[in-house]
């Protein structure tokens, strides 16, 4: 585990997403599905490194919309420039699989393919190999 503010601190507060991601869009969604309002959404292509002026820009941005922190992914974080700009904290959001009983198999190996992928240190178009031997049938 680790340690941070609960998302129920932030919740309905108004943050700004910077992500890197094939579909950023689905964090921003994430973020709202767990209470935040995204007021700003900085987006760039997947993998980039973000320099100095693009998250320093991308605070003043927040901080001018009113968002009261700019939230990033993990992956995200550990690209970031240190240490962040003056204006709103930068936060870090934690991925946390959930899975339900009676789950469907097939979206339950695409979440673990995701997940190995993300652990694996797998870049680019890669396919994640087949999902641990305790999830088949």
């Given at each position: 585990g680790?340690?941070?503010a609960?998302?129920?601190?932030?919740?309905?507060?108004?943050v700004a997403?910077?992500?890197?991601l094939?579909?950023p869009?689905?964090?921003?969604r994430s973020?709202?599905?767990?209470g935040?309002r995204?007021?700003?959404?900085?987006?760039a292509?997947?993998?980039h490194r973000w320099?100095?002026?693009?998250l320093?820009e991308?605070?003043a941005?927040a901080r001018?919309?009113?968002?009261a922190?700019?939230?990033?992914?993990?992956k995200d974080?550990?690209?970031l420039?240190m240490p962040?700009p003056?204006?709103?904290?930068v936060?870090v959001?934690?991925?946390?699989?959930a899975?339900?009983?009676?789950?469907?198999?097939?979206?339950?190996e695409?979440?673990l393919?995701?997940?190995s992928?993300?652990?694996?240190?797998r870049?680019?178009?890669?396919?994640?190999?087949?999902?641990?031997?305790?999830?088949r049938?």
């Amino acid at each position: 585990g680790g340690s941070g503010a609960p998302v129920a601190t932030w919740r309905g507060r108004r943050v700004a997403a910077l992500a890197a991601l094939g579909w950023p869009e689905g964090f921003a969604r994430s973020l709202a599905r767990a209470g935040l309002r995204v007021g700003l959404r900085r987006f760039a292509r997947d993998h980039h490194r973000w320099t100095p002026a693009e998250l320093a820009e991308a605070c003043a941005a927040a901080r001018r919309a009113g968002c009261a922190a700019v939230v990033t992914t993990e992956k995200d974080a550990a690209r970031l420039p240190m240490p962040p700009p003056a204006g709103p904290p930068v936060l870090v959001a934690r991925l946390v699989l959930a899975l339900r009983p009676g789950a469907d198999r097939r979206r339950l190996e695409h979440a673990l393919a995701c997940v190995s992928a993300l652990g694996g240190g797998r870049t680019g178009n890669r396919r994640p190999g087949p999902p641990p031997p305790s999830t088949r049938r």
